[in-house]
């Protein structure tokens, strides 16, 4: 009896701090510092839609790693900063889908998408007067132009053209992107803030030896062949670690850090489709979809109670808990929501309404052997487990063969569905076996004398 009042306990606790996060008011956990937001996808908030090839010479093959790195690249610059919501998945073998929320300007889209480049250290030597941030600048390392001497240290001259009236000089690129093996913004001081970095072996050689002979000089940050910030050499860096620091704003220090951090794209890509979404017909549809979820609920809820009395009522109390629990959920991790997501979570509901069913049969079929009301709650549960126990493990296993199917051909709308219903499913075994067990003894706990009201209990 002291169990299930520490259960009723815990579950009330949950329950208010469910509450808490589902109230759209609330966008982060102050002790954790956990942001917490619901997110709609594409076919409820409106947006674009860009499919990305590999532009590649004919014959050359794309390999799956290259496409899922490139993957992660793209979605991390376009996310890095938080304040985005864009989703990149690989879609057969030569092509990533790119989705953008609320996203109406294909020209932003385009621009965001080449943001992701070519991620140069470049050696600029005294030259720094000569250029600010956002200046083009070339270098050997994207250049094609043949070089003859180097008569400064890190500025090449190219070779005569007849055609080109005034050469532009080469910088030497040090070291690239792909060098860098870790990132992150540091604040040593208040309201200051420098980017620490830490090369990979090959690069710890490269950059140890340059900085040893180059103090006092520039190194550019290069990205597409644009300076994004040019920091001097102040010592040599032996040991592969180092910071940039400068008069940086916090915004400024993770714009930089993001560009650092996902600079290079391993292969080549190309825009081949741009697709715009409006958000009129997925709000409409919402609507429509949370209606009818309402209508069947009330339904449902009523034949609950109707059919199976005081178990059924209380079973019409547990789902509306698995239900905040599992919208908590979903602005918790966060689950992107879309129409099939819905139809998943809808879904999963009726899970959670099966088990219970299960449950309230077996009970009345050991009530009418003869079993006392405590016996049959028990044995109820015991008997009805490995049915529930099957039934929710296939449809888990449904779930991962949808969402493999849909990360593999880049069906975001097949992963949605299969994420809501997965975490629907599970969060029902904890509202049947958990919640609604915990009412039910708890209520034998309030009634005096339950063998005398058997018919409350559906017999």
Not at 3 to 9: A, E, G, Q, V
Request: charged share 15%; aromatic share 8%; with cysteine.
């Amino acid at each position: 009896m002291k169990r299930r009042y520490i259960n009723l306990i815990l579950i009330l606790v949950l329950l208010a701090a469910v509450i808490w996060i589902d109230l759209p008011s609330n966008t982060n956990i102050p002790v954790i510092n956990k942001s917490i937001s619901t997110v709609l996808g594409l076919d409820l908030r409106g947006g674009m839609q860009v499919i990305l090839k590999a532009d590649l010479p004919e014959g050359a093959e794309v390999t799956g790693d290259s496409l899922q790195v490139a993957r992660q690249i793209l979605e991390n610059r376009s996310n890095g900063l938080g304040v985005s919501e864009v989703v990149f998945q690989v879609a057969g073998s030569n092509r990533i889908v790119g989705e953008f929320p609320g996203a109406s300007n294909a020209e932003d889209v385009i621009e965001q998408i080449k943001q992701t480049g070519v991620l140069e250290f470049v050696d600029i030597g005294d030259n720094l007067w000569q250029f600010l941030p956002g200046d083009d600048i070339v270098t050997d390392f994207t250049s094609s132009i043949k070089v003859t001497e180097v008569p400064a240290p890190g500025l090449i001259v190219p070779t005569d053209d007849a055609n080109a009236e005034t050469p532009k000089p080469i910088f030497h690129t040090v070291m690239t992107g792909i060098d860098l093996k870790a990132v992150a913004v540091d604040s040593p001081i208040a309201n200051t803030y420098q980017i620490n970095f830490e090369l990979t072996t090959q690069g710890k050689d490269i950059f140890a030896e340059h900085t040893k002979n180059n103090i006092g000089k520039f190194l550019a940050i290069v990205l597409d062949n644009k300076i994004i910030s040019a920091p001097t050499i102040s010592n040599a860096i032996p040991d592969g670690s180092g910071t940039i620091s400068g008069s940086f704003t916090i915004d400024e220090a993770n714009a930089l850090a993001v560009q650092l951090r996902y600079g290079s794209l391993p292969i080549p890509l190309v825009v081949e489709q741009i697709r715009v979404i409006g958000p009129t017909l997925g709000q409409d549809s919402l609507e429509k979809s949370l209606v009818a979820g309402l209508v069947g609920f009330i339904l449902v809820a009523l034949f609950m109670a109707i059919f199976y009395k005081v178990p059924g009522i209380l079973a019409d109390f547990s789902i509306i808990i698995y239900a905040l629990v599992t919208f908590a959920l979903f602005r918790l991790i966060p689950v992107t929501l879309t129409l099939p997501g819905i139809a998943g979570f809808l879904l999963s509901t009726g899970s959670a309404l099966d088990a219970n069913i299960l449950i309230f049969e077996r009970l009345k079929e050991e009530l009418r052997n003869g079993r006392t009301l405590s016996q049959a709650i028990d044995l109820g549960w015991k008997r009805a487990w490995p049915s529930i126990r099957d039934s929710n493990i296939a449809t888990i296993i449904t779930c991962s063969i949808l969402f493999w199917f849909g990360s593999t051909f880049g069906a975001s709308f097949v992963k949605g569905f299969a994420i809501t219903l997965a975490l629907g499913v599970a969060v029902s075994l904890f509202s049947a076996i958990v919640v609604t067990r915990t009412f039910l003894a708890i209520s034998l706990d309030l009634i005096k004398h339950p063998e005398n009201h058997l018919k409350w209990f559906g017999i």
